[in-house]
Nanobody
C-alpha cells in the first residue's frame, strides 16, 4: 500500500512561484500514474496536473497550461509541481493522488474517482 505526503505550500504574492513536492512511500510507485488536485473554499476538488507512470504522458488543466509543470522521479518516489505566475484564484489546498490502476493512465485521468490514495494536502495561498 502506498502512502502520500505533500509539502511546499505557503503564502506567496501574486506573480510569485512555489514548488510543491509529493513523497510516496511503499512499493510500486513507478507503476502508477500520479496527479495533483486542488480544492478551494466552497469549491469542488479539481484536477490540476497529471503524469503517467513512466512520465511519457503529461496532462494539465487548461488554466494551468504554461504556468505549472509536473514531473516525477521514480528513483526517489517523488512527484513535483512547479507553479509559476501564481494568481489569487490559485489559492486552495493542493492534494497529491495515486491512480487506482497499475500502468493505466489515460481517458478519465482528470476525475478524482480515478485515484484511490490521497495525501492530507498542503495549503497554497496567493495574495493580491
Amino acid at each position: 500500500q502506498l502512502h502520500v505526503l505533500e509539502s511546499g505550500g505557503g503564502l506567496v504574492q501574486a506573480g510569485g512561484s512555489l514548488r510543491l513536492s509529493c513523497a510516496v512511500s511503499g512499493r510500486g510507485f513507478s507503476q502508477y500514474g500520479m496527479a495533483w488536485f486542488r480544492q478551494g473554499p466552497g469549491k469542488e476538488r479539481e484536477f490540476v496536473a497529471g503524469i503517467s507512470w513512466g512520465g511519457a504522458n503529461i496532462y494539465y488543466a487548461d488554466s494551468e497550461k504554461g504556468r505549472f509543470t509536473i514531473s516525477r522521479d521514480n528513483d526517489k518516489n517523488t512527484v513535483t509541481l512547479q507553479m509559476n505566475a501564481l494568481k489569487p484564484e490559485d489559492t486552495a489546498k493542493y492534494y497529491c493522488a495515486v491512480h487506482a490502476d497499475r500502468r493505466a493512465y489515460s481517458g478519465s485521468y482528470y476525475l478524482p474517482s480515478e485515484y484511490d490514495t490521497w495525501g492530507p494536502g498542503t495549503q497554497v495561498t496567493v495574495s493580491s
